[in-house]
């Protein structure tokens, strides 16, 4: 009986050794979130020549090319997107127009350091005050964002990176309609690398058009850079 215990402790250790391992090795599914290296605003200004024909020369954004303001969003997601764009994670289907042009012109970047050089120059620029195209109840957007969004955007729509959700609240009120329909018809999310956008889709999948409409409508109400109606 003593050596089957002594038999029963060792083959306890063996299995309680193995499991430990196993816990401390990296997660192959967990998705690989891309990190906002340190860039040189100097350096960026020269890149941003190529960008300014389209989001405005000090990325204010410009509805008629449809460019939506840069200055306003934070700075690790505007570095995770344009390295989507950089790696054909967005911008790649063909009905997505707008984001294949984008797609085009971060390649244009030699690199991610190249990448990381333009928002460190976008984050030397001063907020802007955005226009008010989208109209809705901002009351019934509020009830809604708070049951849908609100917990990975965070109260506010001040966004919330450790969720990996961004800021809303600074972003033209055109653009997140647009991109909510891009969810919605499953053009931006698509692409099996990018896990975060995946998530988006299920999220607005329900969501009628006033409903579209009354949730911009609440985000763009707590943004400090609303412009009165």
């Known amino acids: 009986m003593a050596g089957r215990s002594v038999s029963l402790f060792f083959l306890v250790l063996a299995m309680w050794s193995c499991s430990s391992k196993e816990e401390k090795q990296p997660i192959a599914s967990r998705p690989v979130v891309a990190q906002l290296p340190v860039g040189n605003p100097e350096a960026g200004k020269v890149a941003f020549a190529t960008c300014q024909t389209c989001h405005g020369d000090v990325g204010q954004g410009n ?25 054909g994670i967005r911008g790649y289907l063909p009905e997505d127009t707008l984001g294949v042009q984008m797609a085009a012109m971060a390649k244009t970047l030699k690199d ?17 005050t955005l226009p008010a195209i989208i109209t809705g109840d901002i009351k019934k957007g509020e009830r809604a964002y708070q049951s849908i969004c609100g917990s990975c955007h965070g109260p506010g729509a001040v966004g919330n990176e450790a969720m990996n959700a961004p800021r809303l609240n600074g972003v033209d009120d055109w653009y997140l309609k647009q991109q909510i329909i891009k969810f919605k018809k499953s053009i931006r999310g698509a692409h099996a690398a990018d896990t975060y956008g995946a998530q988006m889709i299920p ?4 969501l009628t058009d006033e409903q579209v409409h009354d949730v911009i409508a609440y985000i763009r109400s707590t943004s400090p850079q609303a412009a009165a109606k």
């Open 63 to 87: 509805l008629q090319m449809h460019a939506p303001a840069l200055v306003n969003s934070d700075g690790w997601y505007l570095y995770r997107q344009l390295m989507n764009f950089h790696k």
């Open 203 to 206: 999220m607005v999948a329900s």
């Open 112 to 128: 991610s350091m190249a990448v990381a050089d333009v928002v460190a120059y976008i984050k030397t620029l001063p907020p802007v």
